[in-house]
């Protein structure tokens, strides 16, 4: 959330440089945008577009403090020296409607795009920055690029608010040397769709994409994620979120506990895979759902602890759980429903069901190392288990059979 | 160059790009009319300042307006619409730029009135105004934002005709003050896909419509999101033989009732969630819902007439029935019902039927279903190692 906006009094100094040089039209009316402008203060609706590459040192590049702008980078870039306190494009708060389009944004130490309210970013490719983007309510972010940041510690690298889209996002090869709240982090009742982060560093507390309350994610990836101080979670989905058709392949936490996909209250998780989450204190799970969350259709492998965690209050249907160093699936508190699930190679139990009244029916389990099932609590409900049934079984008598092979 | 501007009834200028310009000095008498088929752009700003003045009245087939990344500004509570196409006419599309303070009172005020058919509104924002885009029949919006608009009479963001498209759009914090409320509202044999719209607020003794697509509609990956003050809600809705794949919808509030999503007769839900609702999902006769979740609801989570199919389902924490009917002959298949008031509710001698479902810790009962229903067997508290012959058993599970 931080840093949505910029403070004007973060800009003051650079409004008071109004057009240090007068731009000139383009033959449509459009404001034409040079190095010579630069830094510029834009104060008048209306459609700008870069006539060239341009450079600034300090600051912000370009403000905004206007309604109702489009700024065309026309395939252009806005290079900075990577200065802690500079930034490529910033609206002022309280200035919404803003478009910027088509270009690049490279080397501003502190973020690159402050966009406002009702904003729309598309097709911009952001490297070198510290902060991409921070973007307020209701806004529209479709086809970027975000490429080698250095993180600084005034927010989350890409940040918007309520009601926004993203979508078609890249996010990749960058290092934070300050924790934050998340790498992508949305707030209530936005669409989160093909976001990709890969390739990200950090050294501490890291959630690397989070939906806010409400919100959809839809086909979005998390590949190759480390943190040397957790924990670190691929995917979190806040209260009453779906999360459907996403992965998450490479958690690595050198010191702490390290979460593939982390499903919130009321939350729902369909189609989805995680792989390959690795914790050096053992603390790793692939998928945990606090209270009152469902899961169905999933693949969770590879884990340096448990597959599949529930707290309290949920379902667990049709998914696999396979290749674990713990469990493949835990209940901790009781009141959950597993069935058809199918769990294999785990050194823990197949399934360990701690607290009271779960129930599981039709699940299977193969080559446990601990066992296949582990009831702990005394008033869970399980159909019988039968063991390696053969070829060709019958189980007219028991149609609700868990099996063993 | 002459020739053109006599035919545009205006003294354009042809760009080099062969495009027709458009400026503020071409508004001198609004609207400036478009009656040539061709290539139009806004090399400024455009202010209308006139009542019940179009800003740009296109009267021709074929023809492109590209707003430049300029804003047309209406007069206010005096305007009418920014771009206004008339009926009898299609092909028009409309791109790249904003519209701002067409807040007229009558029904024809909006951003673009586009009421021909075959129309391409893209890359577009209305704020301050009435409505916000129409477009009739066969069209497509995309990639628009709607917001802070208000209207006295019905009101929408976003409005399209029978057998169009409306693609990643935002409509958010739009209202009418008298009359129902839509974000996005839509004819028959529609499709909507990837747009969020949220915040709607509307008026005592009316609706609000996250999502209102006709007959035969689709709605993929969309959410709606906190719309309230109003006297019923609809978070995302579709007509009758319409579906909604792999939506949201959550958070609403009515004084009389707010349903997360609502399905006519024949309708498919699928692989959506509802939470925080009074109703989470709510479908009429002869219609399939599969693989959804309905949670924390006020009152019932699943909702449903006759002869519909409830399939691999999860009713989580609803303040009523987690599965409710006073219908008759539906099919119940594999649901889950988990900590609501009741978990199925079928009060009604009616004649559904229940099969592999599971009632877990639901707060007063897990079943209370009328004789007369067909209800597979019932295993209560089976305990640890049972076993049950009974393919189509139901169980129930109490603390």
């Known amino acids: ?405 | 160059m002459a020739v053109v501007s006599l035919l545009v009834n205006q003294s354009s200028v042809v760009a080099d790009s062969g495009r027709i310009e458009i400026g503020q000095k071409d508004l001198q008498d609004p609207p400036y009319r478009i009656e040539v088929s061709g290539s139009y752009i806004l090399t400024s700003p455009l202010v209308v300042t006139q009542a019940g003045a179009n800003a740009i009245w296109v009267m021709a087939d074929h023809v492109e307006l590209d707003l430049n990344g300029f804003t047309i500004f209406g007069p206010g509570n005096t305007s009418v619409s920014a771009i206004y196409q008339s009926a009898g006419n299609r092909h028009l599309k409309v791109r790249n730029g904003n519209i701002e303070n067409w807040a007229g009172g009558t029904g024809a005020a909006m951003g673009v009135n586009a009421a021909g058919a075959q129309n391409t509104l893209e890359d577009l924002l209305a704020c301050r105004s009435a409505r916000g885009f129409y477009s009739g029949r066969d069209s497509m919006v995309r990639r628009c934002i709607a917001f802070s608009n208000a209207s006295a009479v019905e009101a929408y963001g976003i409005r399209v005709g029978d057998g169009s498209q409306v693609q990643q759009c935002i409509v958010r914090k739009s209202r009418s003050t008298g009359h129902n409320s839509h974000g996005i509202l839509t004819g028959a044999g529609c499709v909507v896909s990837d747009c969020v719209v949220s915040e709607l607020s509307g008026a005592a003794g009316f609706s609000i419509y996250g999502i209102n697509a006709g007959a035969a509609s689709r709605l993929i990956r969309c959410v709606s999101y906190a719309c309230s003050n109003a006297t019923t809600v609809y978070g995302l809705a579709v007509g009758e033989g319409g579906s909604i794949r792999e939506c949201v919808s959550t958070y609403h509030a009515a004084s009389s009732s707010a349903q997360g999503f609502s399905g006519g007769n024949f309708a498919i839900v699928q692989d959506s969630l509802a939470y925080g609702n009074d109703v989470g999902i709510k479908v009429a006769n002869d219609a399939l819902i599969q693989g959804c979740m309905a949670a924390e609801a006020d009152a019932d989570g699943f909702q449903f007439t006759s002869r519909c199919r409830l399939e691999n389902n999860y009713a989580y924490s609803n303040a009523w029935g987690g599965f409710s009917t006073a219908g008759y002959q539906n099919q119940l298949w594999e649901n889950d019902a988990i900590g609501n008031y009741i978990g199925f509710y079928a009060l009604m001698n009616h004649s559904n039927f229940l099969a592999r479902n599971t009632g877990l810790l639901n707060t007063t009962t897990n079943y209370s279903i009328a004789a007369g229903n067909s209800l597979g067997t019932l295993r209560t508290n089976p305990g640890r190692d049972f076993t049950v012959e009974e393919p189509w058993a139901n169980f129930s599970i109490n603390p």
Request: contains cysteine; charged residues 15%.
């Open chain 1, 1 to 405: 959330m931080k840093n949505r906006k910029t403070r004007w009094g973060e800009g003051a100094c650079a409004a008071l440089m109004l057009l240090l040089a007068a731009p000139c039209w383009a033959a449509n009316g459009q404001i034409k945008l040079g190095q010579r402008n630069i830094p510029l203060t834009i104060t008048n609706s209306g459609s700008y577009v870069l006539t060239e590459s341009v450079t600034n040192g300090s600051g912000s590049a370009i403000q905004v403090a206007a309604n109702n702008v489009t700024l065309d980078l026309n395939g252009y870039a806005i290079k900075g020296n990577r200065t802690s306190f500079s930034s490529a494009i910033s609206v002022f708060e309280g200035w919404r409607g803003v478009r910027i389009l088509n270009g690049h944004l490279e080397d501003f130490g502190r973020f690159a795009v402050g966009l406002g309210d009702f904003g729309r970013m598309e097709r911009i490719t952001i490297s070198g920055c510290g902060q991409a983007v921070g973007a307020g309510e209701g806004c529209l972010i479709l086809d970027c690029q975000v490429f080698s940041n250095s993180t600084v510690d005034i927010g989350n690298p890409i940040d918007f608010g309520p009601g926004s889209i993203v979508q078609n996002v890249l996010y990749g090869d960058s290092v934070s040397k300050y924790p934050f709240d998340a790498i992508v982090e949305g707030s209530a009742g936005s669409l989160l769709s093909g976001i990709h982060v890969a390739h990200q560093a950090t050294t501490g507390a890291c959630w690397v994409v989070q939906a806010g309350a409400g919100s959809l994610v839809a086909g979005c990836t998390v590949a190759d994620c480390r943190t040397r101080a957790g924990p670190m979670i691929g995917i979190q989905a806040l209260f009453g979120s779906l999360v459907v058709d996403s992965a998450v392949q490479g958690i690595e936490v050198v010191n702490g506990s390290a979460v593939g996909l982390r499903a919130s209250h009321g939350a729902m998780v369909l189609r989805c895979r995680v792989n390959a989450v690795t914790s050096s204190l053992s603390q790793a799970t692939g998928l945990y759902g606090t209270y009152g969350t469902a899961v169905s259709d999933c693949t969770i492998t590879d884990v340096a602890g448990t597959g599949v965690e529930f707290d309290s209050m949920g379902r667990v249907v049709r998914s696999v759980s396979s290749g674990h160093a713990g469990l493949g699936y835990e209940v901790i508190r009781g009141g959950v429903v597993l069935r058809e699930n199918h769990a294999a190679r785990t050194s823990g139990y197949g399934y360990q069901i701690r607290g009271f009244t779960s129930l599981l029916l039709l699940n299977t389990a193969s080559r446990a190392g601990s066992g296949f099932w582990d009831f702990v609590g005394q008033t869970n409900h399980r159909a019988q288990v039968v063991s390696s049934p053969g070829m060709f079984y019958e189980l007219r008598s028991n149609s609700w059979a868990n099996i063993r092979y």
